[in-house]
């Protein structure tokens, strides 16, 4: 059975920094891409940013780029996302996903952890 | 940037057919995908490369694509299928970016 857990919300400040994990689980970590996905407060999901198997391929939506840096370690079977200069406009649940494919950008998510929120706020 | 457009809702009587919408110009290069979501809970993949539906989703749920349109078919909607639905898929651009729809409310009643 796949599962994905994540973990490393909270409340921060504005500008701060946020590391979020990923332990995945009942499947073969790394034959797989994936996927950070987020979900504001009664908003829809937004797509954050994607790593392939290898972390050869890696990508980022506009809002987050230059902020936000995905990175995988495959011999811990763990997603990361590390979140720096933290705005209020970040504030979501945060989902890791497992892709189906190996490259992120030819596929899709498959399966979804339960989200860990984050909330910045002063 | 490059944008999925979904209708913001879509509201049929139970045991009738509801269809959600997907467009976008990179559709007919990419796969579409379609994720359920009901309140409180995380997202549910119920049609993957435009047509195929996992292990456990229910057959009335059906999906299909032409041109730069997807759709996702729930033939004898059943209210427990009342949740948001969203569309993914991928730029086609060489920007290697996913985008979600803006997801689309059914309600079925």
């Known amino acids: 059975e796949v599962q994905l857990v994540e973990s490393g919300g909270g409340l921060v400040q504005p500008g701060r920094s946020l590391r979020l994990s990923c332990a995945a689980s009942?499947?073969?970590?790394?034959?797989?891409?994936m996927h950070w996905v987020r979900q504001a407060p009664g908003k829809g999901l937004e797509w954050v940013s994607g790593?392939?198997?290898?972390?050869?391929?890696?990508g980022y939506a506009d809002s987050v780029k230059g902020r936000f840096t995905i990175s995988r370690d495959n011999a811990k079977n763990s997603l990361y996302l590390q979140m720096n200069s933290l705005r209020a406009e970040d504030t979501a649940l945060y989902y890791c996903?497992?892709?189906?494919?190996?490259?992120?950008?030819?596929?899709?998510?498959?399966?979804w952890g339960q989200g860990t929120l984050v909330t910045v706020s002063s | 940037s490059y944008e999925l457009t979904q209708p913001p809702s879509v509201s049929v009587s139970p045991g009738q057919t509801a269809r959600i919408t997907c467009s976008g110009d990179?559709?007919?290069?990419?796969?579409a995908y379609w994720y359920q979501q009901k309140s409180g809970q995380a997202p549910v993949l119920v049609i993957y490369?435009?047509?195929k539906r996992p292990s456990g989703i229910p057959e009335r749920f059906s999906g299909s694509s032409s041109g730069t349109m997807a759709t996702l078919t729930i033939s004898g909607a059943q209210v427990e299928d009342e949740a948001d639905y969203y569309c993914?898929?991928?730029?086609?651009?060489?920007?290697?970016?996913?985008?979600f729809g803006g997801g689309t409310k059914l309600t079925v009643l």
């Open positions: 990179a559709l007919p290069k990419k796969y």
């Open positions: 996903a497992k892709d189906g494919v190996y490259d992120f950008w030819s596929g899709g998510p498959d399966y």
């Open positions: 009942g499947f073969t970590f790394d034959d797989y891409a």
């Open positions: 490369e435009d047509s």
């Open positions: 790593i392939s198997w290898n972390s050869g391929s890696i």
């Open positions: 993914y898929s991928t730029d086609s651009s060489g920007n290697h970016r996913g985008v």
